[in-house]
């Protein structure tokens, strides 16, 4: 039985970090109505930058703070320089532009940094055994990070103007330029946003899966079944099916097909999810009456 | 002069819509853009707002406006309902408020809230409740609400009473009139329903396909049987 | 069906209406491509055909996508599956019930189109932005299935297996290397397949594909069953592409789970945009440029050619949306307009 508690709590930890990635791509289709297919490797080149800064003697959480800040300035430079001329291009374009991000982003950071896997620190560290042993110090610190970031999301956006402008920009961009909102900044600030919660997310998991190039990759597999269970345009709900996968992938791990066949299960969820119900399983039907 | 538009030309691609239009608004009162469906009223509405590819000279206080960013335009004091309202079915009535007053730095915006909850006492029952929930009427209240909290001094409506009961009309064109006594916002007002619109209009002007062939004051257009049998049909 | 006979012609499509050329224009036409195509055969180090080899099988390889993404709208990611997909059923028939390499052929070829069919019904529900990410994900779940303990008897697992080149028949005349003759080997299967894609594409059914594509509603309105087209699309998409990984199998002779990851389809979507996105010829371009490219590339560094295969992808759909066959049309038109 501890053993299943276990894997529950284990799942959850991990299920934080889906759920952040899952935001991340949730805030970015919301806006753009696109799959930043490079979600993974912008976290991962962030966590290098992370990395790099430790190894070089500054504290951990400065580094974090540091790298929060960076991955916000790369992610609205992202928007800028390459999403935003090709704006009212087909959808292939889209997706040859996330397509081209995810090359560079991701061969950059193994040109840059190698790709021996490197360790990552963890900030959480005990020197006895928390809860009975049910969880160790890092998941107990991870998931708390985790819950902190998606709190600070969410007051953000329900409650500053900044967050509201956000939204209104996301959900009616022409409505919301005759209000005055700078839609174009908008979108910067979007991907600015989820660029820096996917640091966090890869800072959080890093010491898990160790730091390599291709550490994200399954990750993102996840944050899709995360994102896609919770329907696509609903951050809430990303975040709610991102911890669900977490917990589904170590059950499943641990009980059923083993550690091999984890991305064939994130394979196999979003399948199943947008074939029974495209909409997301917590898919919000907007009311509306003409 | 508030809003003085000189040879306005715009369209849709290759499309032209317009072509060539001069027209002005004044500083406070109604006035009223009439034509049938084709004419270009919501394109003229559109084009001033930099919503569409425009030529010409718009001078909105002053400075020129052909071209700027919509959201530029609207900073400037210029609030549009725009054709299927602009209301954020997403959010709540609330929200539609803060995002009405977004760029206002004023203290007074809460004032402004009670102002409008006096002239739409609706719409404060329906505070919480999402936008896309409210009935068409309230919608549109709503909308006109959004944009005046904007504090603009033009304000652009269009075809407030498209799609509503005529009991729903008569109750939104009462609320105008007392927004045209009581805060003294210019309006750039587009209709189909002619006759309503002569009644509030100060001025008025007649759009047939993307020229402008009448204009005079409204009460003598209302007069002039020869106008209105030929362009209004009543 | 008939009704798509009446399909307007979508803009850019009209450059398929050129002025038809003579008879003995085509003949010239044949007999020049025909030499272009066997020359290399004999004119280039063995080491070199190889690659041109590949080149060929990748320009196939892009063709299959460009059935499905090009002509018919419908966002893949995940080729590669279908690549790997053959690639394995010719390297089990071969190396486990010792099958002949043109044996193999039919049987991938079915196995690729029947899957390809199957995955075409969810990707109709999916459509659009949710077809490119499943695809993506089966993409980079293709390695971890292929490894999987459970097929490992027939997969060879993370080993993978090892298969032998066909050698060139007996009555041929002249002694012909095995590298020469695999060679014309995926020559002859490409042009066999580009022909069957560009006969298909030319007539009714490609002018469907291409409706479906830009006007889904009109199709739909002028009565097309727009599910049978997409998944037929599918279908034959995923056997172009696994035909090519049949011969891609036997021209490396040797497949294993790693030389299928994600960088497989990213490199089919590469070269589709970069040869030329709907464009039959320019499927081969694209071909020639993810072999040669890379190869170029990985003179400055490991990284380097995903680097520069990314600034390329995104400068071709900043700057070439249609690609190098895109090109080619534009200076053609130029050239003809002057002259």
Redesign the interface.
């Known amino acids: 039985m501890d053993g299943f508690a276990h894997q529950i709590i284990a799942g959850i930890a991990t299920g934080g970090i889906y759920a952040s990635v899952a935001l991340a791509l949730v805030m970015i289709y919301q806006a753009t109505h696109h799959v930043n297919f490079a979600q993974g490797e912008m976290a991962t080149l962030s966590t290098f930058i992370a990395w790099a800064m430790v190894e070089a003697g500054i504290p951990y959480w400065l580094a974090f703070v540091a790298t929060v800040l960076v991955s916000f300035i790369i992610g609205v430079l992202v928007e800028r320089l390459l999403m935003r001329p090709v704006q009212n291009a087909p959808v292939l374009t889209h997706v040859g532009v996330f397509i081209g991000l995810l090359l560079i982003v991701g061969n950059m950071t193994g040109w840059i940094f190698g790709y021996t896997t490197k360790v990552f620190p963890s900030p959480f560290t005990s020197s006895g055994p928390l809860m009975g042993g049910l969880i160790s110090a890092h998941e107990l610190g991870s998931t708390a990070v985790t819950l902190v970031v998606l709190t600070l999301v969410f007051l953000f956006f329900r409650y500053t103007s900044l967050g509201l402008a956000m939204r209104a920009a996301a959900y009616n961009p022409r409505s919301a330029r005759l209000v005055g909102i700078r839609v174009g900044w908008m979108l910067a600030l979007g991907w600015g946003l989820a660029a820096a919660i996917g640091a966090v997310a890869g800072m959080m998991v890093a010491p898990v899966v160790f730091l390599d190039p291709t550490m994200m990759t399954g990750i993102l597999l996840y944050a899709f079944a995360g994102a896609l269970i919770g329907g696509i345009d609903n951050p809430l709900g990303a975040v709610i099916g991102g911890f669900a996968v977490g917990v589904l992938e170590n059950l499943a791990g641990a009980y059923v097909v083993g550690t091999e066949l984890k991305l064939t299960v994130a394979l196999a969820i979003i399948i199943g999810v947008l074939v029974v119900r495209p909409s997301g399983l917590l898919g919000r039907v907007v009311a509306s009456r003409v | 002069m508030l809003l003085e538009v000189k040879g306005m030309q715009a369209g849709y691609g290759q499309t032209h819509v317009l072509h060539g239009l001069d027209f002005v608004v004044e500083a406070g009162g109604v006035t009223a853009l009439l034509g049938a469906n084709g004419a270009g009223k919501t394109t003229t509405l559109r084009a001033i707002c930099g919503m569409v590819r425009t030529e010409g000279d718009i001078t909105f206080r002053g400075e020129r406006i052909t071209g700027r960013a919509t959201e530029d335009i609207a900073r400037r004091g210029l609030a549009h309902v725009p054709d299927g309202r602009g209301t954020f079915m997403e959010l709540s009535v609330e929200e539609n408020f803060r995002l009405g007053a977004y760029v206002r730095r004023d203290p007074e915006v809460r004032a402004d809230f009670e102002r409008m909850f006096e002239w739409f006492p609706r719409l404060k029952q329906r505070w919480r409740q999402q936008a896309g929930t409210l009935s068409g009427g309230e919608q549109q209240m709503l909308a006109i609400a959004r944009a005046l909290l904007l504090r603009p001094k033009l304000l652009l409506l269009d075809e407030p009473s498209f799609g509503l009961a005529p009991l729903i009309v008569q109750e939104i064109f009462g609320i105008m009139r007392r927004i045209r006594e009581e805060s003294g916002v210019g309006i750039l007002l587009v209709e189909q329903n002619a006759n309503l619109a002569l009644e509030l209009a100060d001025r008025a002007y007649l759009l047939e396909t993307g020229r402008i062939v009448v204009a005079g004051p409204a009460a003598e257009i209302r007069e002039d049987e020869a106008i209105r049998r030929s362009y209004l049909g009543y | 069906m008939s009704a798509s006979e009446n399909i307007p012609l979508p803009a850019g499509l009209t450059a398929a209406a050129r002025p038809s050329l003579a008879g003995w224009q085509r003949g010239l036409l044949v007999v020049a491509g025909a030499v272009v195509a066997i020359a290399p055969a004999f004119l280039l180090e063995s080491f070199q055909l190889f690659q041109l080899t590949t080149a060929v099988i990748m320009g196939l390889a892009v063709l299959g996508l460009n059935m499905v993404?090009g002509y018919n709208?419908q966002?893949s990611?995940g080729h590669g599956a279908f690549y790997a997909l053959g690639a394995y059923s010719t390297a089990i028939l071969m190396s486990h019930l010792d099958w002949s390499f043109w044996a193999t052929l039919p049987v991938s070829a079915a196995v690729c189109g029947l899957v390809g069919y199957g995955i075409g019904f969810?990707a109709l529900?999916?459509g659009?932005?949710?077809l490119?990410?499943?695809t993506?994900?089966?993409a980079?779940?293709v390695p971890?299935?292929l490894?999987?303990?459970a097929f490992e008897d027939w997969t060879g697992g993370v080993q993978g297996l090892f298969l032998v080149k066909p050698d060139a028949p007996a009555w041929l005349p002249g002694e012909l290397t095995s590298d020469q003759w695999m060679y014309f080997v995926a020559v002859i299967v490409a042009a066999a397949c580009f022909l069957l894609c560009w006969n298909l594409i030319r007539g009714r059914i490609g002018r469907a594909l291409m409706a479906t594509r830009d006007h889904p509603v009109a199709a739909e309105a002028m009565g097309m069953d727009i599910a049978t087209l997409k998944t037929r699309a599918f279908a034959v998409s995923a056997m172009v592409t696994g035909i090519a990984g049949s011969l891609s199998a036997v021209a490396i002779e040797f497949v294993a789970p790693d030389s299928f990851s994600?960088m497989v389809s990213?490199t089919l979507?590469?070269g589709m945009?970069v040869g030329g996105?709907a464009s039959i010829l320019g499927s081969l371009f694209g071909g020639l440029f993810v072999i040669f490219v890379p190869n170029i590339a990985e003179a400055i560094?490991?990284?380097?050619?995903?680097?520069i295969?990314?600034?390329i992808?995104?400068a071709f759909?900043?700057i070439l949306?249609d690609g190098f066959a895109g090109l080619l049309r534009r200076i053609a038109g130029r050239l003809r307009r002057r002259g």
């Open positions: 993404t709208g966002i990611l969810p529900r999916l659009g932005l949710y490119a990410l499943t993506f994900s089966l980079v779940a971890q299935i490894k999987y303990k994600l990213i979507f590469v945009v996105v560094s490991k990284a380097a050619p995903g680097v295969y990314g600034i992808l995104i759909l900043f949306p």
